[in-house]
């Protein structure tokens, strides 16, 4: 595969915001095109005027910059519509494409009494025997048409070998005459999309499982227009652990909320990939190593179910790989300061980086007084008071201390431990407070066990 061969899409609705499930075909297709040294187009599905939102497209580029998605080309279908008009006309000089004049609830009830009959609910054609006399008096009764498109049912079937899931057919004469061109003359999905691909030199088209069927007919339109058609590939779609469909308008998992909520980009690539796939679920740390990783041929045919708390160990794990220079920025931002002995000291206790601000204030105070258990507790800090290393703390300070405090009280384990943790962080839980002692420092604990009050009588 020599890399000017290669140019795929994503070409998404701005009628909502991206979610997890979404990302998986931007990041296929990304992937892809990395891997072969490709081209990738961004192209917004924007023809219909009533839901498509600015704020969706803004929104749909600001996601997929953060997931490292750099598009090679933008474009918008609404700004295309000139296209459009000419690939109807061409279609029409043809007799591929014809007037319909049915209502909605016309055609809920054809489609009511072929099921009855025991029939495919599948498009009669019967506008195909409407005289031009017939038609101009629906059109003066005030009906407007939508037009179909004529497949070559001759053919049987329409046969591809999908990139994904092997050899594929589709019997054309169980499909219904697609509608290409609304009623108030907007067109539909499928009309816009085969001009583009093909006016746009798109090669590979990879995307979710649900459009198979669609590409039977796709691949009749290309033919229709002369275009060569595309290599598909279509892979599995994400749902929930329940099995349910992920959907831009209830906003679940958005990719957004998922930034908001501190998860790094990595680790929904990671998932949003892997998943359903014969590779283990593992965090990739750039999307350079993961395109060396993934192959469709590794595509599972099954729903790919997952679990959003899935997302907390693949980000805990790139986290703790993480090295200070690629985080220290960050840090400042959240006001966390303590360099690289910090970074290492806390990030194997990290889910999300903001968590880094906890442990911050954990180190430089103030935290509550430690309240002892009982009198022989009171005793033990008084003890670790009078064995705290003087001057300034270093990396063996710690063990120093608890093998003084061993020595004189004879604690040892948990009951040595546990009492100092609480003392010093307010928690019973966290880093090793062998790394992190140095950096409370001598007067920060001398203060917290000053502060160690007796039980209440």
């Not at 009171?378 to 008071?385: G, I, K, Q, S, T």
Request: hydrophobic share 40%.
């Amino acid at each position: 595969m020599t890399s000017p061969s290669v140019t795929v899409r994503f070409a998404p609705s701005p009628t909502g915001y991206l979610h997890i499930g979404n990302a998986r075909p931007a990041l296929l297709n990304w992937l892809f095109a990395l891997k072969a040294g490709g081209q990738f187009i961004l192209r917004l599905d924007d023809t219909d005027r009533e839901r498509s939102k600015e704020e969706y497209a803004e929104a749909i580029q600001r996601d997929l910059a953060w997931l490292g998605i750099e598009p090679h080309r933008f474009e918008r279908q609404s700004l295309r519509t000139d296209s459009y008009d000419a690939a109807v006309a061409r279609l029409k000089q043809a007799g591929r494409l014809y007037a319909c004049y049915e209502t909605a609830d016309e055609l809920d009830r054809k489609r009511k009494r072929q099921h009855a009959r025991g029939l495919p609910p599948v498009y009669d054609r019967a506008a195909l025997k409407l005289s031009d006399e017939d038609r101009a008096k629906l059109e003066a009764e005030g009906r407007r048409p939508h037009w179909r498109f004529k497949l070559d049912e001759s053919v049987g079937h329409v046969t591809w070998e999908d990139l994904v899931r092997g050899p594929q057919t589709v019997d054309i004469g169980s499909l219904s005459d697609p509608v290409l061109i609304r009623e108030d003359g907007t067109y539909l999905y499928t009309l816009p999309s085969v001009v583009d691909d093909a006016d746009m030199g798109v090669t590979h088209i990879i995307r979710g499982d649900d459009h198979v069927t669609n590409t039977g007919v796709q691949l009749q339109l290309f033919e229709a227009l002369g275009a060569p058609a595309p290599v598909f590939g279509h892979h599995n779609t994400l749902t929930t652990s329940t099995g349910e469909g992920l959907s831009k308008r209830t906003g679940a998992l958005s990719l957004g909320s998922l930034r908001d909520a501190g998860y790094e980009p990595m680790a929904v690539n990671s998932l949003a990939v892997l998943i359903g796939t014969s590779h283990s679920v593992e965090p990739v740390a750039d999307l350079a190593t993961l395109a060396g990783i993934v192959d469709l041929s590794m595509v599972s045919k099954a729903p790919a179910k997952f679990d959003p708390a899935d997302l907390d160990g693949l980000n805990a794990k790139l986290l703790h790989a993480k090295p200070y220079a690629e985080v220290a920025d960050r840090l400042s931002a959240l006001g966390v300061a303590g360099g690289e002995d910090f970074w290492n000291a806390v990030r194997g206790n990290l889910v999300r980086l903001q968590e880094a601000s906890d442990w911050w204030r954990v180190v430089t105070g103030p935290v509550d007084a430690h309240v002892a258990a009982d009198a022989d507790e009171v005793a033990f800090f008084a003890a670790a008071r009078a064995a705290l290393p003087e001057g300034t703390f270093d990396g063996q300070s710690w063990k120093a201390w608890t093998d003084a405090l061993k020595a004189a009280t004879g604690r040892k384990g948990r009951a040595l431990f546990m009492p100092l943790r609480q003392m010093l962080t307010g928690l019973d839980h966290g880093p090793e407070l062998a790394a992190l002692l140095p950096l409370i420092g001598r007067d920060r604990t001398v203060a917290r066990l000053d502060a160690v009050t007796a039980p209440a009588d």
